[in-house]
């Protein structure tokens, strides 16, 4: 049975709240980072030394090789402050929204009441996602995408005898390229960690339903945009039975064309962890379980 018109309005509001959930962790934690990282880098140039002209001449001497990496344990550390953990903290918090909105959901569509076996179920699946979002925001990539690159453009500064004017500049390359925050590779990071991980956990919930109450078929539904990617162009607005799924992964998967945007995975695993893999990472779409 297709969504009726209150499931759909409820799907609406679902959708709305993973954007918006997305939207609101990446915006706090990208100003909230910058903001804090240029205090530290301002410190740090003061501290080096520079000819008449204003041109950095550490590069004579080791000093500045001790201040360097203070300033990396002082960007590192600003991942850990109460500021930073503060956004991570109100996003894991939309999770509570999410799930409540999917049962809601599935009450008026499918007539479920009893949540205790999804409850079950979830916990573990949820602890998961929520740990690897932490890693990534706090240890992982967002080293590569924010601590190495301000390391580099400190260190070609002092190297090349830059001043401070064209380090700051540089800086800028890095934090706001062009003045776009939107194509900000720190602040994609962000806005890409924190999509897949609530928009997995949605799918989590859902793939966790099909299989806890038997629903046999999926409304997939959600964000179409400029680079959606082919599996999500043709099957936008449709409805997949899972007994249909193991011949269209095969398809799509065995396409290099076609597979672009999904993951890189066997037929079988797609197909038992569809609903939280769906499009592919940055998947802006949902699977939702009908009888």
């Given at each position: 049975m297709p969504l009726s018109s209150r499931s759909k309005t409820i799907a609406d509001e679902l959708l709305k709240a993973l954007d918006t959930s997305v939207d609101n962790l990446t915006?706090?934690?990208?100003?909230?980072?910058?903001?804090?990282?240029?205090?530290?880098?301002?410190?740090?140039?003061?501290t080096l030394q520079r000819d008449k002209?204003?041109?950095?001449?550490?590069?004579?001497?080791?000093?500045?090789?001790?201040?360097?990496?203070?300033?990396?344990?002082?960007?590192?550390?600003?991942?850990?402050?109460?500021?930073?953990?503060?956004?991570?903290?109100?996003?894991?918090?939309?999770?509570?929204?999410?799930?409540?909105?999917n049962k809601e959901l599935q009450t008026t569509q499918n007539g479920?009441?009893?949540?205790?076996?999804?409850?079950?179920?979830?916990?573990?699946?949820?602890?998961?996602?929520k740990d690897k979002v932490l890693f990534e925001l706090k240890q992982g990539g967002i080293k590569k995408v924010f601590v190495e690159p301000t390391k580099q453009v400190l260190l070609n500064a002092i190297s090349l005898g830059w001043s401070i004017e064209e380090t700051r500049k540089e800086m800028d390359r890095i934090y706001t390229p062009n003045g776009e925050l939107e194509r900000n590779a720190i602040r994609s990071y962000m806005q890409q960690i924190a999509?897949?991980?609530?928009?997995?956990?949605?799918?989590?919930?859902?793939?966790?339903?099909?299989?806890?109450?038997?629903?046999?078929?999926?409304?997939?539904?959600?964000?179409?945009?400029?680079?959606?990617?082919?599996?999500?162009?043709?099957?936008?607005?449709?409805?997949?039975?899972?007994?249909?799924?193991?011949?269209?992964?095969?398809v799509y998967l065995g396409s290099p064309t076609l597979s672009q945007g999904m993951y890189k995975v066997p037929v079988s695993d797609y197909e038992a962890n569809f609903a939280a893999y769906r499009g592919g990472w940055n998947c802006r779409h949902i699977a939702i379980p009908l009888r």
């Open positions: 915006d706090t934690q990208f100003k909230q980072l910058i903001a804090a990282s240029e205090k530290v880098l301002a410190t740090y140039y003061d002209d204003g041109n950095i001449t550490e590069a004579e001497n080791t000093d500045w090789v001790k201040g360097l990496l203070e300033v990396e344990q002082k960007l590192l550390k600003l991942l850990t402050t109460a500021s930073y953990n503060k956004g991570i903290t109100e996003y894991f918090s939309d999770f509570d929204t999410i799930l409540k909105l479920i009441v009893d949540y205790k076996k999804l409850d079950d179920a979830l916990t573990p699946k949820q602890s998961f996602i999509r897949d991980a609530i928009y997995s956990y949605n799918g989590t919930i859902n793939g966790t339903i099909a299989q806890e109450y038997g629903l046999e078929k999926y409304s997939y539904i959600g964000g179409v945009v400029s680079d959606t990617r082919p599996f999500c162009q043709k099957y936008h607005g449709t409805i997949i039975a899972k007994k249909d799924l193991n011949e269209i992964l095969t």
